[in-house]
């Protein structure tokens, strides 16, 4: 089966950073992905590491520790357009198995 | 960057009825379609698999003769609700990935908002 955590919901200021954990068991894995999700929207994609280590895109960074099944997805100098939920998602050879989604939310 | 379109955006409905939700992939010719069903403040649950000209794959406990997929065309995949009931309300989201099983990522369409009454 797959067990993907996140926690439920963070809250953060304008222009601080947030670290969202994600922890899985997995049958199989073969990469994962980050993805942002407004209210009534579509995910959209944000990152993806499929080996150990941390991947930067601009204000967004995500890590992955394999070895442990724990990735985080780092968001630096928070804007309120990032309140959001995140997305972790596992890849197990053609599908993706979704965790429940973190519910950021930026205060001014 | 590849775009997913879905239609139609939100669809209200009588129970008993059924309910056809369109997937075109735009500008990208997508071999392999998904489908996922997501509840109020849960996940993303995948549905069903199908691939361009063959019957799709079926997650366990969805019912295949209950929500119909039929992938025609290379742009283009459809999921009929037959028979809708309250319980069928959902957010229903589709994704295509333009390669077969293996790599490649999944590019997500906006959704559709399915509320039968």
């Known amino acids: 089966g797959q067990n993907i955590d996140q926690p439920t919901e963070m809250t953060a200021t304008e222009g601080a950073i947030v670290q969202i954990n994600c922890t899985y068991q997995t049958s199989g894995f073969n990469g994962l992905f980050w993805y942002q999700q407004h209210a009534g929207e579509a995910p959209t994609f944000l990152s993806y590491n499929v080996l150990d280590g941390l991947e930067e895109k601009g204000r967004f960074s995500s890590f992955l520790s394999r070895s442990k099944g724990y990735s985080y997805l780092l968001l630096k100098e928070l804007q309120m357009k990032d309140s959001a939920s995140y997305l972790c998602?596992?890849?197990?050879?053609?599908?993706?198995?979704f965790g429940a989604g973190t519910t950021v939310t930026v205060r001014a | 960057g590849a775009v997913v379109s879905q239609h139609p955006s939100w669809v209200i409905c009588k129970s008993g009825t059924s309910v056809k939700i369109e997937c075109r992939s735009l500008d990208f010719q997508a071999t392999t379609m998904f489908w996922y069903r997501q509840f109020p403040k849960q996940s993303l649950m995948l549905m069903a698999t199908s691939n361009e000209g063959s019957k799709a794959t079926y997650e366990q406990g969805v019912e295949k003769d209950k929500f119909l997929i039929n992938h025609a065309s290379l742009t283009l995949s459809t999921l009929t609700v037959t028979s809708a009931h309250p319980e069928d309300s959902s957010f229903y989201i589709c994704?295509?990935?333009?390669?077969?099983?293996?790599?490649?990522?999944?590019?997500f369409g906006p959704g559709t908002r399915l509320t039968v009454l």
């Open positions: 994704s295509a990935r333009d390669r077969p099983a293996g790599g490649g990522e999944q590019f």
């Open positions: 998602a596992v890849k197990n050879d053609y599908k993706l198995s």
